[in-house]
């Protein structure tokens, strides 16, 4: 499992968390809610990827003692030895829905009684932790029922362009962008590329230095695409 530990980075204000998402101020404030809790309140987010579930879990990524892991990416270790060494209080998971059954297992039991432990080589280990657990999916269809229930489940929908360009540009300005460019890569990717995806914004203003580079890059990638 990949992630990242940022344990002495400051907490983000309740004002400031959140902040370059537009609308879902009653997500938001579930979010809060939740943080606000004194026992854990898990949250999953499912919808497509052109919606604002990823957003989301980039924000909660600000948290201290956060642990962002992609579902999808597993190592021989997984998330057990991650869990004992570090304790982290937010662990926050993209593509939940692609995590292998091991670290499912762990996942249930520590959302079920906050205590993980692990039989090797004849010892064995256990620990328990205090820790909310926030997850975003494209589709809950593959996850077992014992762990969705354990969930508090958002379904989202996709983006609009009015929502998609505002969202885009206002990651791409808070990037270091040129708001000019910011609002002409935020038009090219959802009209030419033909794309929802804020990530793709992203990319293309990392790279562009002008519209021509804008131009450029769209054409480049459309010659490519599959």
């Known amino acids: 499992m990949q992630g990242r530990l940022d344990e002495l980075k400051p907490l983000p204000k309740q004002g400031e968390l959140f902040s370059i998402i537009i609308g879902y101020d009653d997500v938001k404030r579930i979010f809060r809610m939740s943080l606000a809790s004194e026992n854990p309140v898990h949250i999953l987010l499912v919808g497509p990827p052109a919606s604002a579930k990823t957003l989301f879990m980039l924000e909660l990524m600000k948290l201290q003692r ?34 292998n059954a091991k670290d499912t297992t762990v996942l249930l039991s520590l959302m079920q009684t906050g205590i993980i432990s692990e039989t090797k080589h004849g010892r064995t280990r256990s620990t328990q932790l205090k820790t909310w657990i ?3 999916c494209n589709s809950s269809d593959k996850l077992p029922r014992p ?27 808070m ?12 038009d090219i990717v959802w009209g030419k590329l033909n794309s ?31």
């Open 66 to 99: 956060s642990y962002f892991a992609l579902g999808s990416h597993s190592t021989k270790s997984g998330l057990i030895d991650y869990l004992f060494a570090k304790r982290p209080r937010h662990l926050i998971i993209d593509e939940i829905e692609h995590m």
């Open 134 to 136: 926030f997850g975003s």
């Open 147 to 173: 762990l969705l229930s354990r969930f508090l489940v958002l379904r989202f929908k996709r983006y609009g362009y009015d929502d998609f360009k505002e969202i885009s540009n206002n990651v791409l300005i």
């Open 175 to 186: 990037d270091g962008i040129d708001p000019e460019l910011a609002d002409y890569v935020s």
């Open 196 to 226: 929802k995806d804020v990530r793709d914004s992203i990319k293309i203003a990392r790279l562009a230095k002008s519209r021509e580079d804008v131009d450029w890059l769209i054409q480049t990638l459309k010659n490519y695409k599959r």
